[in-house]
Structure formats: structure tokens, C-alpha cells
């Protein structure tokens, strides 16, 4: 009777173990599965001279307001400095990385700021995976609902040019494989979206199963040229938009204009304002 207990007992134990490894390699599989949720951002690859904007300071805020994400990674290599600098630091699980500066794609030499940021996006979304969001955006509602899916992009003009200014991705994901394997030979050094904009698009056009591309609404619209709807005059949030990519490039002039929350209060028609005050309170500065 004994040792009828006894195996009763041992058979008990087997099914239990046998249970929790089920259940621990289905929250395994789960997570696999998933983008992870962490933000990246990248800044500081050329030598600083002016202030942190607040603009910058927005948009990080607002990510992580906006998502709650588990981590955000800020990578730089001359450190940012400033008023809103210091206030960064302060921002919910984020964490800061120094990183060498790329010198080159392939054995193609890298000249350009902006390749070199393009450079190491695609090297810290492959490996990492996550969110990466550049530093002219900002955040308008979650990003959650996509996170169950391999990539999710965004197209800048459909169906020519996809925007990496806001990516989600798993990592090693068949979409950034694809992309990869051509992305050293398209390169071009002295041009500009070659491999980081146009390629994108058609890696798209020939496995579209393997990411989920958004309509130019959900990320990049207003677009570049319309500063002013963004910035200037009266503009309501679109019912579409997640992040929306503020376009520095075309629309610096109004960043250095917005110091503080003041310029939000002040400017309560525009589209910017009413964005940031969606989801952060002069309080929460």
C-alpha cells in the first residue's frame, strides 16, 4: 500500500512539473512571438554645441508616457547637454548607452550624419528588436496593438518609400533579414534614403507577408512639407495617427521657438499642442 501511495505521489509530481514546463514554454513562445517592448532612440552622433531641445525632451516623454514601454534606450556618442538634458535623465526605466560612431556600411565609407544614425537603427532593431522612434516625433496614442505582429513599418509616399523614422520589429525578424542582405550593395554614400527608404519598400513589394505596412496616416502625416498644419495653424489629431514624425528637417524653425510649456499654452489651435497636452500636464514637465 505503501508503495502504491508512493507512485501515486511520484505520478502527482511528473504531471505538475510536466504542467509548469508547459506553461513556462508557452509564455516562452508568447514573448517570442512579440515585438518586445522597448523603445529606442538615437542622438548625439555628431559633436553637440547647442542645448537639448525641449522638443527632444517632448518626444521621449511622450513615448514613454504614451506606451509605458518596459525600457527606453537613449544611444549617443557626444553627449547631449542642457536643461532638458538633465531632465531626461529622470524619465521613467530609461537608460543611456555610449556607442562607438560607424565608420562605414559594407566597405563603403559612411560621410553622413544621418547614415550613420540609419546604420545603427538597423543594427540595434536586428539584434534587440523593439520600437525605434527618432527624435523628432511624438507620441500621440499606443503602439501595444502592434506588437503581435513580426514588423510593423510605415510608408512615407505609398507604394515607393517606406519611413524608418518610426519602426517596431522582433529581432532576427525574415523582414530586416531581407532587408539587410541588400542594404550594404544599395548604399550609396553621397546620396540620402537609397537603402534606408526606397529599399524598404521594395523588400516590401517582394515578401509583403513578412511586415506590416501602415498607411502614411498611422506615422507621417502631416507630411514634411506641411510644417504649418503641424506647427502654426489650427489642425485637430487624426483618428489614424500613433507617433507622428515632426519632419526637423523641414520644420526646425518652429523648434527652437517651443522652450517650454509656455509655447503650449499659448498655442492650444495647433496640432502640436494638442498633442502633447493629450497626454502630458505642465505638472508632469
Known sequence: MFLLCLS????????????????????????NNKIPDIIHFIFGLKEQTEDFLFVYYLSVLSASKVNNPDKIYF??????????????????NIEFVK???????????????????????MDILNEMGGVYMDIDTIS?????????????LGY?????????AVMLTKPN??????????????FNPDGWGEASIYLPARVHNQY??????????????????DGKKIFDIPYDIPESLITLHLWESY????????????WIKENKHTLYSKIVRLNIKEEDI
Open 251 to 262: 520644420t526646425s524653425k518652429y523648434f527652437k521657438d517651443i522652450t517650454s510649456y509656455d
Open 156 to 164: 512615407e509616399v505609398y507604394p515607393n518609400t517606406i519611413c524608418n
Open 208 to 225: 509583403p507577408a513578412l511586415a506590416k505596412v501602415l498607411t502614411p496616416h498611422s506615422f507621417f502625416r502631416p507630411y514634411a512639407f
Open 99 to 121: 556607442i562607438d560612431l560607424p565608420t562605414h556600411i559594407g566597405n563603403k565609407i559612411i560621410k553622413k550624419t544621418a547614415h550613420r544614425a540609419d546604420k545603427v537603427r
Open 75 to 92: 544611444y549617443y556618442h557626444f553627449e547631449p547637454f542642457g536643461k532638458w538634458w538633465e531632465k531626461l535623465k529622470k524619465i521613467k
Open 173 to 186: 525578424s525574415r523582414f530586416f533579414k531581407e532587408w539587410l542582405l541588400q542594404y550594404n550593395k544599395v
Open 8 to 31: 501515486a505521489v511520484s505520478l502527482i509530481l511528473v504531471i505538475v512539473l510536466f504542467y509548469i514546463n508547459h506553461v513556462k514554454n508557452k509564455l516562452l513562445l508568447e514573448s
Open 140 to 152: 500621440v496614442r499606443s503602439y501595444k496593438h502592434l506588437l503581435k505582429y513580426d514588423t510593423v
